[in-house]
């Protein structure tokens, strides 16, 4: 039913169909019954799907990737889309507008999506404020995706990290530290360099002090060699972090079906859907290989149908998120997804 129906969905632009969803799902918290009829369609409960990582606990495991809520306005309807988690953000501390549009393109041909939003959010202080007035409804574990401004050089960004963590600590169950948006000019360089060690550092500080402990996972790009992955998973290791987020989009264009001068007119932005999927899969395995399951990993690439869901929770995922599985399959994936880790 959802793909006839995408065939109008795709006549509008990527971004407006993007407002109009958020705009109907916060519309539907005020029509009586709403939330019941998306929950009866939508979601799907089993024991078996109940996990517990990183110290909480999931009623499955599938969760909405960073970027869609990144403002966290539409957390609890996400969970009537039967959403385990929803990763928020990514945020940064003072608001911004990202980059000019058009800046997100749909790929039919590749299932897939070529974005450069820029980090477009209204700032660490009003998203902890929203999360403030609804975490106490909040159905399901929601982390916080965080980052710097566009503006900030990269070697000021630990502060511009730390505040955004900082300001929304007390309203997330755990962090995601994006050093991989291909989209933020130099941003994917911190995860090269003494930096990010800084700004893991400033982090675990301010959880010294803190009384509840929140996991702090590192989100890698795709595009990183193995040898920058073992790099970066044992300086995350050697500091404490907790987890990793593999991948984010990546900036290659390698195997696309979409004819090459229409992918060049495009431009500059990371690609995300079924071209990553490989590419995801393989970092997660890698990863969970070189730590011998120790350090969970949320996968994330490339998920487009309950199978790939399924090789990468093989592939050692503890969890996994969607994006633009998400855009291509519509509301029900998530229970497509769900329906199917039950059935094996
Ligand atoms: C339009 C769009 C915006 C995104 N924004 C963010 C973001 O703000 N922060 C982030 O860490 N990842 C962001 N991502 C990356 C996704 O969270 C995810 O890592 C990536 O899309 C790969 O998953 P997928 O193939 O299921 O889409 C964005 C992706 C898309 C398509």
């Known amino acids: 039913m959802y793909k006839s129906l995408r065939k109008f969905i795709f006549l509008f632009s990527p971004e407006t169909c993007h407002r109009a969803v958020v705009r109907l799902l916060k519309i539907s918290r005020f029509i009586p019954f709403a939330g019941c009829v998306m929950r009866l369609l939508f979601s799907y409960k089993n024991k078996s799907l109940e996990r517990e990582v990183l110290g909480i606990k999931f009623r499955n495991p599938v969760g909405l990737a960073a970027g869609f809520d990144k403002n966290a ?23 911004q507008p ?8 749909r790929l039919p041909q590749d299932n897939a999506i070529i974005n450069r939003m820029g980090i477009n959010n209204i700032g660490a202080k009003a998203v902890a404020e929203k999360l403030r007035r609804t975490r106490r409804h909040h159905r399901i574990p929601v982390g916080g995706n965080i980052s710097k401004n566009t503006a900030t050089f990269n070697v000021q960004s630990p502060s511009d990290y730390e505040r955004s963590f900082a300001m929304l600590y007390d309203h997330v169950d755990y962090f995601a530290v994006n050093v991989s948006c291909p989209n933020v000019t130099g941003l994917t360089q911190l995860q090269d360099s003494e930096v990010l060690e800084q700004i ?40 404490g972090i907790d987890g990793i987020v593999a991948v984010n989009t990546t900036t290659s264009r390698d195997g ?67 994006y633009t599985g998400f855009i291509y399959n519509g509301p029900g994936f998530a229970k497509q997804i769900l329906k199917k880790l039950v059935s094996g």
């Open 200 to 239: 893991i550092d400033r982090l675990i500080n301010v959880r010294h002090y803190r009384d509840d402990y929140k996991p702090i996972l590192l989100k890698l790009s795709p595009d990183l060699t193995l040898e920058h992955i073992d790099e970066v998973v044992d300086l995350a290791r050697s500091k």
């Open 73 to 95: 306005e539409v957390v609890n309807q996400l969970a009537n889309l039967g959403f385990g988690f929803v990763e928020i953000g990514s945020v940064t501390p003072l608001p």
């Open 256 to 322: 696309l079906q979409t004819a090459p001068a229409e992918v060049e007119a495009i431009g500059n932005g990371g690609l995300s859907g079924a071209p990553l999927a490989q590419k995801a899969i393989e970092r997660v395995r890698y990863i969970h290989e070189k730590t011998q399951g120790r350090l969970p990993i949320i996968g994330v690439g490339g998920i487009m149908t309950p199978d790939d869901a399924v090789n990468m929770l093989k592939a050692g995922a503890s969890l996994i998120q969607v």
């Open 98 to 105: 990202g980059n000019p549009q058009p800046r997100v393109f």
